[in-house]
């Protein structure tokens, strides 16, 4: 059974910084994309970042030059570091795995989510 599973989230304030992790399980985590999505409430899910599985990373327009996504093989794990944070990225944060996936789409395992708050 695959597993996702994301922490780190809370609240911090505008400016400040935040390191979201996910733990994966139950799939051969090496071999798959793993993706960074958010979904604020009244919004659509929005594409944060990509690291793909030989670790090219991607980002969406409004992270991007702040976030850094990374992932460690040993440990089954990816990472979100953000930095310079904004009151608009408040939202739900979900880590996903696939193989085949689009920006938002296409993903094939999700985790729970994880709340971030960013305060002005």
């Known amino acids: 059974q695959v597993q996702l599973a994301e922490s780190g989230g809370g609240l911090v304030q505008a400016g400040g910084s935040l390191r979201l992790s996910c733990a994966a399980s139950g799939l051969t985590f090496e071999s798959y994309d793993m993706g960074w999505l958010r979904q604020a409430p009244g919004k659509e899910r929005e594409f944060v970042a990509r690291l793909t599985w030989t670790n090219r990373t991607s980002y969406g327009d409004s992270v991007k030059g702040r976030f850094t996504a990374s992932r460690d093989n040993a440990k089954n794990t990816v990472y979100l570091q953000m930095n310079s944070t904004k009151p608009e990225d408040t939202a739900v944060y979900f880590c996903?795995?696939?193989?085949?996936?689009?920006?938002?789409?296409?993903?094939?395992?999700w985790g729970q989510g994880t709340q971030v708050t960013v305060s002005s």
């Open positions: 996903a795995a696939g193989r085949l996936a689009g920006r938002t789409s296409g993903w094939d395992y």
